[in-house]
């Protein structure tokens, strides 16, 4: 039995549009990210997931310890679950409401740690915290700057960047009495969010990995330099940095106490192009066939789902199963309907299922309540997405 006949045996009940998992590729993925990591704890990245019962499955597996969250309101909401002791929240906040329940809640005000980069985050923590000590930790800016910075490869993130600004910040931090200065997160997205395999493209996978190697060397000077002014300061409990894609690089720095990750647990198709790891598709999405337009030509029910980041085709979802199936250049895929186009588009039915991969990880369950869990040919368990819990963060 091959994979697509495997998936539609274990949801042949199921009635298309829905969202699955297959658990053994989830597992493995999983198992190859702690692998990678080589002992250095694994921070899971919450909003690669978005399903309490995986995070759930994860952080009961070696190697995984705390929650990397994207919202405070997320934060707050997985405490109360009991999903973790320990809930960074990756982005500041400016949400007053939410610091102020934080405050007001004793496990919560021990469990999670906001993010901040200038005082003015200070100022808002403290303004709404009502004296209640706050755990924050400093973001800093990890992109690579050569030619005196002329150019840039990374996220645009903190302002700090250097051990003279991370130092002045934190020295800021521990003479505010309402705050308590618990870490640093440095997050190098020019190498763990940047494929260095681009398909057929030779000259550009050459380029990217060079720059990838320059900026790995510098980073992880300025990172160690980082982490020592503040450690003049404060008692750091963690420095978090890397993600999916740098997990064995980032490893290897010893100012890092902990790597983040979750992409790499579905394996969207962003993450396909690395030299590094190759993880197996764990998480699609199926939609049923429900027009034949002409030869070679069906049309699909829903597909719309498009990811973040800039407006380029890599943020369609990717035809997966069955394979010889692609997008007609002039609809894309559609809020309603998805033509796709191909010789094996004559080999489909109507009602037939086209399994799909989307771009990023966990905005796929922003699109189904719930995610069915496959082993084998055999649907296990259905378990409901944040959106599917009435939770919508973002």
Known sequence: MNLRERYDAATATLEAPFAAVDLAAFRANAADLVRRAAGTPIRLASKSVRCRALLDEVLAMDG???????????????????????????????????????????????????????PAHLDLIEKNAGGRPIRVCVDIDASYRPLGGRLR????????????????????????????????????????????????????????RAMQHRSRLELAIRRAEIVRAVRELADLEFVNGG???????????????????????????????????????????????????????????????LASGPADPLRLPQPYLPT????????????????????????????DRVWFRH?????????????HLLEGDRLVRTVPTYRGEGATFL
């Not at 982005?91 to 496990?107: M, Q």
């Not at 997050?187 to 990217?208: F, L, M």
């Open 64 to 118: 995984f310890a705390g929650v990397m969250a994207f919202t405070l309101p997320e934060a707050l909401w997985l405490s109360r679950h009991g999903t973790s002791d320990d809930i960074l929240v990756a982005y500041p906040t400016a949400d007053r409401t939410a610091i102020a329940e934080l405050a007001a809640d004793d496990r919560a005000a021990a469990t999670v740690t906001l993010m901040v980069d200038s």
């Open 153 to 208: 490869f990374g996220a645009r993130r903190s302002p700090l960047r250097t051990a003279a600004d991370a130092h002045a910040f934190a020295e800021e931090i521990v003479q505010r009495p309402g705050l308590r200065l618990t870490g640093l997160m440095a997050y190098e997205s020019q190498i763990a969010g940047v494929g260095d395999t681009p398909p057929g493209k030779p000259a550009r996978a050459r380029a990217i």
């Open 243 to 305: 993600g999916t894609g740098s997990v064995e690089k980032t490893a290897r720095e010893r100012a890092i106490t902990e790597i983040a990750a979750g992409s790499g647990l579905y394996q969207p198709h962003l993450f396909d192009h690395y030299s590094n790891f190759q993880g197996r598709p764990a998480a699609l999405f199926a939609l049923p066939v429900v027009r034949r337009p002409g030869p070679g030509v069906v049309t699909c029910l829903g597909g719309g789902y």
């Open 324 to 351: 010889g199936l692609s997008y007609d250049s002039d609809e894309g895929a559609g809020e309603v309907q998805t033509p796709l186009v191909g010789a094996t588009a004559d080999l489909l039915d109507l009602g």
């Open 359 to 371: 771009t990023k990880a966990g905005e796929l369950c922003e699109r189904f309540a719930t995610l």
